[in-house]
């Protein structure tokens, strides 16, 4: 497989499952949509808006309206490129009890989507923490495309840089999942980014990350270690990929988005990854 570029989804997703990655990245496998994408997606827009263009003094009506036509503009793009709202994938709640109950569909999204804005709206509004400015501007969705060892560019988009109450440089991954990364190895991908960014390098030693859903920002980790461990860990992600070494994964296939055309999902039988032998 020819390689035009790495990032921190695409090694996480070939971890994940190297099949499904086969699937999307070399066959070009479309996903099947979901709400957590689209829901997902807009609360990071939402949040990038609030920031960028000073509305952190939203209030009520207004901020409601402001989430509900980011959403209602994601929803009408998924259903134009084909997707079907009744059969969106989608997560479970966790209680019968729940209102929402069984799944976090697009009414979920719609209120809980306004409570992740709300959470951070606030937290902005309170946190001693402010944005980090590189040439005067902000830094809010930075994107940045540094190279490793071999020659093979990175992309990345970093949510935030904020400088803390002691002036240190931390960064910050928001997150609107139901669990928060155990490992800090995403920050220390935008780290080891960061320290090469063009002209004039940015050292960031601190990261963390800010579950927008349960309103709770993780411990700072020290990136020191991890983020040395980035080249090598791509290299050799490079090196499998243009290998052809794609292991699958049977463990994740509840929530993968390819799995109906997976032969080991137990998806279409005529998949093009798969040989006689296999079969």
């Known amino acids: 497989m020819e390689l035009t570029h790495l990032s921190y989804s695409s090694l996480s ?4 499952c190297g099949h ?42 207004d901020i409601e309206a402001f989430w509900h036509d980011l959403l209602e503009a994601a929803i009408k793009e998924a259903v134009a490129k084909g997707g079907d709202l009744e059969n969106l994938r989608a997560s479970k709640v966790r209680s019968d009890k729940d209102p929402f109950y069984p799944n976090e569909d697009k009414l979920w999204w719609q209120y809980k989507g306004l409570d992740m804005l709300l959470n951070y709206r606030n937290w902005r509004r309170q946190s001693p923490w402010k944005l980090y400015q590189i040439d005067k501007d902000p830094a809010i969705e930075l994107g940045l495309t540094p190279s490793i060892s071999t ?14 109450k002691d002036d240190n440089i931390v960064v910050v991954d928001l997150k609107t999942g139901k669990s928060t990364p155990r490992t800090p190895l995403q920050l220390a991908f935008y780290a080891w980014g960061l320290s090469k960014f063009p002209d004039h390098p940015i050292k960031v030693d601190k990261g963390c990350y800010y579950n927008l859903r349960s309103d709770k920002m993780t411990e700072t980790f020290d990136l020191t270690h991890k983020k040395n461990i980035v080249d090598a860990l791509l290299a050799r992600f490079q090196q499998a990929v243009e290998n052809d070494v794609y292991v699958p994964n049977t463990e994740n296939c509840d929530t993968c988005g390819v799995k109906y055309k997976c032969f080991f999902g137990s998806g279409s039988m005529d998949d093009p990854t798969i040989s006689e032998g296999e079969k």
Do not use: C
Not at 13 to 16: D, F, G, P
Not at 151 to 164: A, N, S
């Open 20 to 61: 499904s990655y086969q699937l999307t990245k070399r066959y070009g496998v479309e996903e099947q949509p979901a709400w957590w994408s689209i829901g997902g997606t807009e609360v990071h827009t939402a949040t990038e808006e609030l920031d960028s263009k000073n509305l952190l003094d939203l209030e009520g009506d």
């Open 151 to 164: 020659g093979m560019p990175v992309k990345m988009f970093i949510d935030r840089l904020f400088l803390d």
């Open 13 to 16: 997703n070939y971890i994940r």
